[in-house]
């Protein structure tokens, strides 16, 4: 059955350090999404790829995050200087297409921790 | 700004029972409604999807409805069991395509 994969899976890193985190969605998924969920609250969207263009990237902190997918498939959300609030699960999901009333897939995440 | 509730925060039951998760939306104009669960540590899990022309979703013991004029949907879950325990949460999708989430509600099934 097609998954959407996240490495690593586990990640602990200290303040001020840079972090990255990857993500390959389903196989001709055109709709990919990162989101961060804190402990106890429900995920939030930070950004929203149709293809390799960026739709939606108005709740990413841009002094800090950054997010790509150069070519429409596997995408890559980097964070940079880290700071204690970062600490949370990033989710990656995908969709086989914006606008169409379709199913989205979410990965296993990954659990980032700064100390 | 859509905004998403579940309600109860926390429920815990004896197994067997029947038993109802309520989400809420306030805006109607949803494109569809979405349950997953979600394991400690893990990811999320599609449960059932609720288009918004729809008005309820069948998957083995779980039932979802969805009233979108009034921006309230139910997740049943029949003859719960142990395995049933986890947190469950309900997510809409409007005309930007991305999810928006509620708290979710932590589920215990006690043996």
């Known amino acids: 059955e097609a998954e959407v994969a996240q490495s690593p899976r586990y990640k602990i890193t200290e303040k001020s350090q840079a972090v990255a985190f990857w993500c390959d969605p389903i196989?001709?998924?055109?709709?990919l999404y990162w989101y961060r969920q804190i402990l106890g609250q429900g995920p939030e969207l930070l950004v929203q790829?149709?293809?390799?263009?960026?739709?939606?990237d108005s709740q990413l902190p841009k002094d800090r995050f950054s997010a790509e997918r150069l070519k429409g498939v596997d995408s890559t959300l980097k964070i940079q200087p880290a700071e204690l609030g970062d600490s949370a699960m990033y989710l990656c999901a995908s969709r086989p297409r914006q606008g169409a009333r379709t199913e989205a897939f979410f990965g296993q995440g990954t659990r980032l921790t700064v100390v | 700004k859509q905004e998403v509730t579940q309600i109860p925060a926390a429920l815990s039951v004896p197994e067997g029972e029947n038993l109802v998760l309520n989400c809420s939306f306030t805006?109607?104009?949803?494109?569809?409604l979405q349950w997953f669960r979600q394991d400690p540590g893990k990811g999320l899990t599609s449960l059932l999807l609720?288009?918004?022309?729809?008005r309820e979703q069948t998957s083995g013991r779980l039932n979802a409805s969805l009233d979108k004029s009034s921006g309230r949907s139910t997740l049943y879950i029949a003859a719960s069991q142990p395995g049933d325990s986890a947190t469950y949460l309900c997510a809409v999708r409007g005309s930007q395509g991305n999810l928006i989430f509620g708290k979710g509600t932590k589920l215990s099934v006690k043996p």
């Open positions: 196989s001709g998924h055109a709709t």
């Open positions: 609720i288009q918004s022309s729809q």
């Open positions: 790829f149709q293809d390799e263009s960026v739709v939606d």
């Open positions: 805006d109607s104009a949803i494109y569809n």
